[in-house]
């Protein structure tokens, strides 16, 4: 399924989780297995005039994976009623099924199935490939029926990705590989809770959840960067609602929240500067060999300005970016989610602070097809 594609990439909000034990979802196996197989045809057939031969084995890869854990999810009540999970592991369930209802309720995002079923799973929930034009900043892109042009490309199976990065190293791409903590089928399934968010902070739930349900609710097919964006946004904002409503003003949670929007605009900061720097240098009139020989000074360079910096970041979400080696792909696949954040606070001022507003006007700028106007607002 393409719309796999939408995924929030983790790592960038929170520590790396420890699984949690083992849920025993077996049982259901050869129950649903059908099911699967049918989800599974339909959705190859229903793609399969809408996409080139070089895509469809790819899609039906994705479809049978989405197919099996749509069918081997367990409901939220088998769950909730098991002794043998943790009471913090159900009252984690309990918070997102919260968030879920906040979201719908008060912020007026889509009303959907999503986060009835569990869904045990042993890493990631996705691998995200980025890939870049080493001499300019120019991202390769993928055609997808339904949700058209994406630049990054999903996939369940660390190899698949390890095996389309390779691909795309030996074409001259600078490449990026990511796990993505989530994902949205943006409305099509129902997307469900993996074993791994059971280990996350409150905010970083509450964020992630927000986030994803603005992929369902609100998508602009081909533009990537704004719905990761406005996701991002939602989610940011959102959870700083949401947990100050719940505990407080001067509550920790709400503080935790906050503090990650805060270090994700200092480093949307750092990341915008970086862009910059790199493009200048890019636009120079000298020749493709002397821009990726001088390319490498300019990352140590701005490498080290995010060392000079990082003392200023609030939480450990951005700990690891130091040791990440900077490329064209890393670059860019940042500046998805992070390209000027402010933006977006400028459109929520305009709205009285009022994030359901906001939503409502992104849902008006869906509609009409007119970005224009919501380009005037994020200048």
């Given amino acids: ?47 399969f005039p809408l996409t080139g031969c070089g895509n469809l084995f790819y899609l039906s890869k994705l479809g049978w994976h989405q197919s099996f854990i749509t069918f081997q999810s367990v409901p939220v009540q088998d769950v909730l009623s098991d002794d043998a999970l943790e009471d913090a592991a159900k009252e984690k369930i309990r918070i997102i099924q919260a968030v879920k209802r906040y979201g719908e309720e008060r912020l007026g995002l889509q009303r959907t199935g999503s986060y009835t079923k569990y869904f045990e799973i042993q890493g990631p929930a996705l691998h ?20 058209g042009r994406v630049t990054y490309k999903s996939f369940f199976t660390k190899e698949g990705a ?16 990511q796990q ?9 399934l129902k997307d469900s809770i993996f074993s791994t968010m059971l280990r996350w902070d409150e905010p970083t739930l509450t964020n992630i959840i927000l986030h994803e349900m603005a992929h369902a609710t609100v998508y602009f097919k081909g533009e990537t960067d704004l719905n990761e964006q406005l996701a991002t946004f939602i989610g940011n904002r959102g959870s700083i609602d949401l947990l100050t409503e719940k505990y407080g003003p001067g509550s920790k949670e709400a503080a935790l929240a906050t503090d990650y929007q805060e270090d994700d605009l200092l480093f949307a900061g750092w ?3 970086a862009h910059k720097r790199l493009s200048e240098f890019y636009d120079r009139p000298i020749s493709k060999e002397e821009k990726l020989r001088g390319r490498e000074d300019l990352f140590r360079s701005i490498q080290n300005d995010f060392r000079e910096m990082k003392h200023q970041f609030k939480t450990d979400c951005y700990k690891d970016v130091e040791r990440v080696e900077l490329n064209n792909a890393v670059i860019l696949a940042y500046r998805q989610y992070f390209h000027r954040l402010d933006r977006w606070e400028n459109l929520y001022d305009a709205k009285g602070r009022d994030l359901r507003k906001v939503v409502e006007f992104l849902k008006e700028i869906q509609a009409s097809g007119d970005k224009k106007v919501l380009a005037s607002f994020l200048e």
Avoid at 180 to 188: D, K, M
């Fill in 1 to 47: 399924m393409p719309v796999l594609l939408m995924g929030y990439v983790g790592g960038l909000k929170r520590k790396s989780p420890r699984l949690l034990t083992l849920y025993q979802t077996g049982f259901i196996a050869l129950t649903h297995r059908h099911k699967s197989i049918y989800l599974f045809l339909f959705l190859f057939f229903f793609l």
């Fill in 128 to 147: 995200v490939i980025t890939a870049s034009e080493k001499h300019r900043f120019h991202l390769h892109a993928w055609n997808f029926p339904i949700i």
């Fill in 162 to 177: 390890l095996k389309e990065k390779r691909s795309l190293e030996k074409k001259g791409y600078d490449t990026f590989l």
């Fill in 180 to 188: 993505a903590a989530a994902y949205s089928t943006l409305g099509w």
């Fill in 271 to 273: 990341i915008d500067q």
